[in-house]
């Protein structure tokens, strides 16, 4: 079971912060999960600028995700 954290603006569209999924082994299979929940979800975090983290690390393409594994969505940054 994978612990799934949203911050900012996601977590404002998904209407929450953390949940726990089951059967998430990769990237691609959980957003295509989080997205049959809510499309709009779906979308925003196919979205440019989305950075995926495993376990405090960020990760690129479709990456595994071990059991247990803490998986955070991490919206597009700004700064000055």
């Known amino acids: 079971m994978a612990r ?3 911050f900012g603006p996601l977590r404002d569209l998904a209407g929450w912060r953390e ?3 089951d059967d998430a082994r990769c990237v ?3 957003k ?3 997205a049959e929940e809510d499309e709009r979800l779906g979308e925003a975090l196919c979205g ?4 995926v983290a495993i376990d405090q690390a960020i990760v ?3 990456a595994a995700i071990g ?3 803490e998986v955070a969505f991490l919206p597009p940054m ?3």
């Not at 440019?48 to 950075?51: E, F, I, L, R, T």
């Open 78 to 80: 700004s700064g000055g």
């Open 60 to 62: 690129n393409g479709d």
């Open 67 to 69: 059991p247990r594994a």
């Open 32 to 34: 295509a999960r989080l």
């Open 19 to 21: 949940r726990d999924i």
């Open 4 to 6: 799934v954290l949203l």
């Open 48 to 51: 440019p600028g989305v950075k």
């Open 28 to 30: 691609s299979a959980l």
